[in-house]
């Protein structure tokens, strides 16, 4: 069992940074491929990108590559998602996901875990 608990979304001007972090509670964290996901208004939920457990491999969906980075601290059991160059398009709830699989998926059933979600809002 994973608990996730995501934190520090906010309010941004375009051009700007902000991180966030996903702190998880359980036994396994990892052993676990951890994944930003986000939800725009009215629109489904997207991969954004993915941490595997295996090879420290990383995945981004191609809208973030270059200015996102995802990043995770097994010792703290906590994720990141450093985002760099925002744009107002980058606004949504980011949700901080898990799975036991070494593979990294990027579809929304892929994966048991979720947090509750942070908000981000990109002005322009």
């Known amino acids: 069992q994973v608990q996730l608990v995501e934190s520090g979304g906010g309010l941004v001007q375009a051009g700007g940074s902000l991180r966030l972090t996903c702190a998880a509670s359980?036994?396994?964290?990892?052993?676990?491929?951890m994944a930003w996901f986000r939800q725009a208004p009215g629109k489904e939920r997207e991969f954004v990108a993915a941490?595997?457990?295996?090879?420290?491999?990383?995945l981004y969906t191609d809208s973030v590559k270059g200015r996102f980075t995802i990043s995770r601290d097994n010792a703290k059991k906590t994720l990141y998602l450093q985002m760099n160059s925002l744009k107002p398009e980058d606004t949504a709830v980011y949700y901080c996901?898990?799975?036991?699989?070494?593979?990294?998926?990027?579809?929304?059933?892929?994966?048991?875990?979720w947090g509750q979600g942070t908000q981000v809002t990109v002005s322009s």
């Open positions: 359980g036994r396994t964290f990892s052993r676990n491929t």
């Open positions: 941490s595997s457990w295996i090879g420290n491999r990383t």
């Open positions: 996901a898990a799975n036991g699989s070494p593979e990294i998926l990027t579809t929304t059933v892929s994966f048991a875990y």
